[in-house]
């Protein structure tokens, strides 16, 4: 029996590693990942689950007041539901990013389903906000090796992840909030949350009240909001353009 236990312990590092590599927001088992800028007097500040009619239209008043320009992951069906808010979202001078059609959890979908997705995702940006995004945020942080080719299919060149996670979607992440952002520093990716991936209008008003309290603040330490499109995000090795082989892509179409 014993003979048993290295090809056990084998099989369960592998698979640890795996869960580890598909759910870490700083792997890159599965592909490259962006997890900070690269200067260290930057924030990025990033939104998930929106637009959210409820709540973006006031976030982007407080973010134009404090001078904080931020990246938007939204959600295809809410961006289809709301486009006048996602073109404000462009006009004002943020970022918008992809998180996928209906945030599915990408795990152990095909090629081909991810990147009908992401392309869904795409086509409602392009058709309210009149841009195609190059970054993409998988739902819930979990990829898996399927996806880099998804991406390739998608227009889509750099997967977000993040270095701070506010998880304010939670009742006590909104509670703790205002402490979490205490740890912000420069470099840091920031994930907060103006929507909610299962509904349009749910309440995220302790998020304002955490930013309308600490972006002055970052502010007096000499820290500046960029979107991910800035320079000083798309600079360096975190950022290299995902390249997939054309017979690779030809392989995935068969799932």
């Known amino acids: 029996m014993t003979a048993w236990f290295p090809i056990a312990a084998g099989v369960s ?5 795996l869960s580890w590599g598909a759910v870490h927001p700083a792997s890159h ?15 990025a500040l990033t939104f998930d689950d929106g637009p959210n009619p409820a709540i973006t239209p006031r976030l982007l008043d407080l973010l134009e007041r404090e001078h904080a320009p931020a990246t938007f992951f939204v959600i295809g069906r809410w961006v289809r539901a709301c486009p006048g808010i996602v073109g404000e979202i462009a006009a004002r001078g943020h970022g918008l990013a992809n998180h996928t059609d209906t945030h599915a959890n990408l795990t152990f979908l095909s090629t081909r389903r991810i990147a009908r997705e992401l ?16 970054f993409m945020r998988p739902p819930f942080g979990y990829r898996g090796p399927q996806l880099r080719a998804a991406l390739a299919r998608s227009g889509l060149s750099h997967v977000v992840t993040w270095s701070v996670m506010g998880r304010d979607w939670t009742a006590r992440g909104a509670r703790d909030l205002r402490n979490v952002l205490q740890r912000v520093t420069g470099g ?13 209008g749910v309440d995220r008003t302790t998020t304002l009240d955490a930013l309308a309290y600490w972006l002055p603040r970052w502010r007096d330490r000499g820290l500046r909001c960029v979107t991910l499109d800035a320079s000083c995000c798309v600079a360096g090795a975190e950022c290299e353009l995902l390249t997939i082989e054309h017979q690779q892509n030809s392989q995935q179409d068969h799932e």
């Open 13 to 17: 590092g592998a698979a640890g590693l």
């Open 29 to 43: 088992l599965f592909g490259p990942t962006i997890t900070r800028t690269n200067a260290i007097d930057c924030i």
């Open 119 to 134: 392309l869904a995702c795409q086509d409602a940006i392009d058709g309210a906000a009149g841009r195609r995004p190059r």
């Open 188 to 200: 840091d990716i920031v994930v907060l949350h103006d929507g909610y991936h299962g509904s349009l």
